[in-house]
């Protein structure tokens, strides 16, 4: 009897270290898991934040060199306009010209 009784104290203890052990595993996965998530969040904002600022300096430059162009095509005398156009420009899908 006393073999019993100290086997199922024995099992007991054993069931309550396994429970312990399981509980912190848990514990500490999500954790993890809460730490992995906030960091993929923190990242995509971050690019998020990249792609804006991209999309920002790229309109910056493209005003700018509007404005540049519609400086020079007011400096220039009509004709020189018409002939610049005429020389330079072809439809996009023209690939060898006329």
Do not use: C
Request: aromatic share 6%; hydrophobic share 40%; charged share 30%.
């Amino acid at each position: 009897m006393w073999l019993i009784e100290n086997l199922t104290g024995i099992g007991v203890a054993v069931l309550a270290l396994i429970a312990v052990v399981a509980g912190a595993f848990g514990f500490g996965k999500s954790k993890g898991k809460a730490t992995a998530e906030t960091q993929a969040k923190v990242e995509k904002v971050e690019a998020e934040s990249q792609t804006i600022k991209d999309i920002a300096e790229r309109e910056t430059t493209v005003i700018k060199e509007a404005a540049h162009v519609q400086d020079t095509v007011n400096r220039l005398p009509d004709s020189s306009v018409d002939d610049q156009l005429r020389q330079k420009w072809k439809y996009p899908d023209d690939a060898g010209g006329h």
